[in-house]
């Protein structure tokens, strides 16, 4: 198994312009997150996911978008990117039958430098 | 507000010291977990615990959820240069994510 997989590793944009980085787990897991990293800051809650279809904000959804078209994938949008979103970027997921601890399985992450 | 508050933020130590990390907050938590990060990686699950008072150890790791499961710890015994690396703690409050402590960052030199 794979486990999460994240495209790309890293990515230099412009302001302004658009991108979508990609997450893919092959663990069935019904519940996919995506983070933001940054120094100092911890890990901070974008959007999530709580199965195919649907989609939920977290701590700081602005300027983000996400899909979840299918259960193993999960996408997160940048349509006018911003220096403000220069961060690391991690996918999780997590299995709800799992108990309820919700226990996450982190991708390797994205590095994005917006200039 | 910081919900989980982890302390100390930054440790550095020599190999073969103990040392323990704290992760509190003035709030409950169904289970709280610690994830170890490398850099250039993504946290890596080390230990879930879910009641109370509740000890568990991985090898030279050991765990504690508080009684009142507000706040946990970690004990390294006998620290080595491969435990280098960035320290997590999260909570969950009966939903579908977890709340992060924002690190303690250990460094260990041989």
């Known amino acids: 198994n794979a486990g999460v997989t994240q495209t790309p590793k890293f990515r230099v944009l412009k302001t302004g312009q658009s991108m979508t980085l990609l997450c893919a787990q092959d663990m069935n897991h019904e519940y996919m997150y995506w983070y933001r990293q940054d120094p100092g800051m911890g890990l901070r809650l974008i959007h999530y996911?709580?199965?195919?279809?649907?989609?939920a904000k977290g701590e700081v959804p602005d300027g983000y978008n996400v899909s979840r078209l299918k259960k193993q994938n999960f996408l997160l949008g940048l349509e006018s990117a911003a220096p403000s979103q220069t961060s690391v970027y991690f996918c999780?997921?997590?299995?709800?039958?799992?108990?309820?601890?919700?226990?996450?399985?982190f991708g390797p992450g994205t590095r994005l430098t917006v200039t | 507000t910081q919900l989980l508050e982890q302390s100390p933020q930054f440790l550095s130590i020599q190999e073969g010291e103990n040392l323990t990390v704290y992760c509190n907050s003035s709030s409950v938590f169904s289970s709280l977990q610690w994830y170890r990060q490398e850099p250039g990686e993504g946290p890596v699950l080390l230990v879930t615990?879910?009641?109370?008072?509740e000890v568990k150890k991985l090898k030279r790791l050991t765990f504690q959820f508080g009684d009142a499961r507000k706040d946990s710890s970690l004990h390294i015994t006998a620290a080595q240069p491969g435990d280098t690396g960035l320290y997590l703690c999260?909570?969950?409050?009966?939903?579908?994510?977890?709340?992060f402590g924002k690190g303690t960052t250990l460094s260990v030199s041989s």
């Open positions: 999260a909570g969950n409050q009966a939903g579908t994510a977890l709340i």
């Open positions: 615990v879910v009641t109370g008072g």
């Open positions: 996911s709580v199965g195919e279809g649907t989609t």
């Open positions: 999780a997921s997590s299995d709800p039958r799992a108990g309820g601890a919700y226990e996450q399985y």
